[in-house]
């Protein structure tokens, strides 16, 4: 699995739209890129998932640049309640093994009203 | 909510008892996966579940630890002879086979203190 790296921690004002780039430089091929969204106490929530491009959907947007070996998670107009740790995933879709997820630590966003 | 449920969402035990945790997932979900979170880490693999057969195990998973999945639809996760370290966040997830392989869904976990 390829090894994520991204930052521990970012502020941002409400209202204003995040980016948190995930470095993944030993992807493979068949990797796909995945980001989770976890509050406190509570389990990990899926956010959005894309191999290469572009992916939208109502949460947020996932941009990857075409050489794959970063990815940016975009959130459009934060607000207080996307106060939460972010993670970035890498994995396969190679139809063998458990698909079990690797996490990192993440990066944790802070929004200030 | 999800649609995954645990229980209990907090236990608080005696070093060298045992515990045990039930996990609920989606019900057409038949891949059931269980994690265990530190504080500040991400979570960490400890099993997963294919229906009612048991197929990986991670190291994380000690002779202490077991887990099944009866009929292939809630499972128990089990401690045996707690340790101090055994202390964190234990979360259960699911997927259905046709998902995105990347998806899972969590329950909102048991957070299990060791005293």
């Known amino acids: 699995l390829a090894k994520t790296t991204q930052p521990i921690s970012m502020d941002s004002y409400e209202g204003q739209e995040v980016n948190i780039t995930c470095s993944h430089n030993?992807?493979?091929?068949?990797?796909?890129i995945t980001w989770y969204q976890q509050f406190p106490s509570q389990g990990p929530r899926f956010i959005i998932q894309?191999?290469?491009t572009k992916v939208t959907n109502e949460v947020a947007s996932l941009f990857i640049p075409a050489d794959r070996k970063s990815s940016t998670l975009s959130l459009p107009r934060v607000s207080l309640s996307d106060t939460a740790v972010y993670y970035c995933?890498?994995?396969?879709?190679?139809?063998?093994?458990?698909?079990?997820?690797?996490f990192g630590k993440g990066t944790k966003l802070s929004v200030i009203p | 909510d999800t649609g995954v449920s645990q229980d209990p969402r907090h236990k608080i035990t005696k070093r060298g008892q045992n515990v045990t945790f039930r996990c609920d997932p989606i019900?057409?979900?038949?891949?059931l996966y269980w994690y265990r979170q530190t504080l500040g880490q991400g979570p960490e693999f400890l099993t997963y579940?294919?229906?009612?057969?048991?197929?990986?195990k991670s190291r994380l998973l000690s002779d202490r630890f077991s887990a099944e999945r009866p009929k292939g639809s809630f499972s128990t996760l089990e401690i045996q002879r707690t340790e101090q370290g055994d202390s964190a966040m234990y979360l259960c997830?699911?997927?259905?086979?046709?998902?995105?392989?990347?998806?899972?869904?969590f329950g909102p976990g048991t957070r299990l203190t060791v005293l």
């Open positions: 997830a699911s997927r259905v086979r046709e998902g995105l392989f990347n998806e899972q869904f």
């Open positions: 030993n992807i493979a091929t068949n990797d796909y």
């Open positions: 894309g191999y290469k």
């Open positions: 995933l890498v994995g396969d879709d190679s139809g063998a093994g458990s698909y079990q997820l690797t």
């Open positions: 019900s057409e979900h038949n891949r």
């Open positions: 579940f294919q229906n009612e057969a048991q197929l990986e």
